[in-house]
């Protein structure tokens, strides 16, 4: 890691990449301004390729091709083609149970479980040709108020779910709203003073939403003895670690934070 700015406890990172240590998570990033490194060579580079290109418009000359637009997304996709939007959107309002919909809770505590992706089901019996055959969607929810996955398998031509999986344990990948909420705790909290300050260094401006910020991060999993007292059911709970970024600008390090989304609250790693 590389020229990190220490200047209060959220820390503006001005390296070319953060490394996350901590369940053997590992995330490398690239900051603003690295990619134009010898920004010269390339201007020079850039001139001769337009000599060239002047000589080649004679006789003879190849010309340039042509880019083809790309065919107008259907509403229904074959075989394997990936799930077009409306069959997303369908998949996941019949995959969307009464239950799920007033019994469940999403991430900001309101009626109905969060939504966290669509993805095409595999065929069954591992078939790899899908022709002529049914074409299935997997939706999987996480229901905050049990704190479970639930996968239902959706056929898209009878309507019908054919299948429904509920885990404990099993932490996928969080979704936007996981990160944006994640951020709204962290801001509010008094932990999250160093990031405010870091960001209005940067920027000059206060931060009040996570709307300023590019958000991503990464599912923190409770290991026995390494982390405060009230981090120690995440893996049960949804818990995240975030990697924020003011928009243009640099990145800001929160990695010693962990926001459990299931309880609402937010610790530091190596307090006790």
């Not at 209005?200 to 910020?213: C, F, I, N």
């Amino acid at each position: 890691m590389r020229d990190i700015v220490r200047r209060h406890l959220g820390k503006v990172v001005a390296g070319t990449a953060v490394a996350v240590a901590g369940t053997a998570v590992m995330v490398g990033i690239t900051l603003p301004g690295t990619a134009g490194a010898g920004e010269q060579g390339n201007t020079t580079g850039q001139a001769a390729a337009g000599q060239q290109g002047a000589a080649g418009q004679g006789a003879g000359a190849v010309a340039p091709g042509v880019v083809e637009e790309a065919p107008e997304e259907g509403d229904k996709g074959v075989g394997d083609d990936p799930l077009t939007d409306d069959e997303t959107e369908r998949a996941a309002q019949l995959a969307a149970s009464a239950q799920l919909r007033t019994a469940g809770e999403n991430v900001a505590g309101d009626r109905g479980a969060q939504r966290l992706g669509v993805e095409l089901a595999e065929p069954d019996g591992g078939a790899t040709d899908r022709a002529g055959g049914p074409r299935r969607a997997e939706v999987s929810f996480y229901d905050y108020k049990t704190d479970a996955l639930v996968t239902r398998t959706v056929d898209l031509g009878t309507g019908k779910v054919e299948r429904t999986v509920t885990e404990h344990g099993v932490q996928p990948p969080l979704s936007r709203a996981e990160y944006a909420e994640a951020a709204k705790l962290l801001i509010a909290h008094p932990l999250g003073a160093g990031m405010k300050a870091d960001y209005k260094d940067a920027t000059g401006k206060a931060l009040t939403s996570p709307d300023q910020l590019l958000l991503n991060g990464a599912v923190y999993r409770a290991t026995p003895g390494g982390q405060p007292a009230a981090l120690d059911r995440c893996g049960e709970h949804r818990c995240v670690r975030l990697f924020p970024k003011v928009k243009n600008g640099p990145w800001i390090d929160a990695r010693s934070f962990v926001i459990d989304l299931s309880a609402r609250q937010v610790a530091r790693l190596g307090s006790r």
